[in-house]
């Protein structure tokens, strides 16, 4: 059974910064695609990055090019999602999946959902 755990969301302010880890377990998650998608109140799920399953490719929303940069370690089946020069408009809800799919940036595309992590961006 497919299980992924988010973790290091919080409270920063406008221009700080954050490390989203994402714990992947029950499935061979090196062999996977793994994505980070954000949801904020009242709004759709969206893509925010994705990193093919070895780590040679990157794949990021246009919100976010330039800011947020994603890594796995695969010896540790642990996805990152570094975030930086964060913004009020990068408050939401942020969940990492797995894909069989690459590029992928359809949440459809996507299984195995966490909890979700709250980043909170505010003064």
């Known amino acids: 059974q497919v299980q992924l755990v988010e973790s290091g969301g919080g409270l920063v302010q406008p221009g700080g910064s954050l490390r989203l880890s994402c714990a992947v377990a029950?499935?061979?998650?090196?062999?996977?695609?793994m994505g980070w998608f954000r949801q904020a109140p009242g709004k759709d799920l969206d893509f925010v990055a994705s990193v093919y399953w070895n780590a040679v490719g990157t794949d990021y929303g246009d919100s976010v090019k330039g800011r947020f940069t994603i890594s796995r370690d695969i010896a540790k089946n642990t996805v990152y999602l570094q975030m930086n020069s964060l913004k009020p408009e990068d408050t939401a809800v942020y969940y990492c999946a797995a894909s069989n799919r690459w590029p992928a940036r359809r949440k459809d595309d996507y299984y195995g959902w966490g909890q979700g992590t709250q980043v909170t961006v505010s003064s």
């Open positions: 029950g499935f061979t998650g090196s062999a996977s695609h």
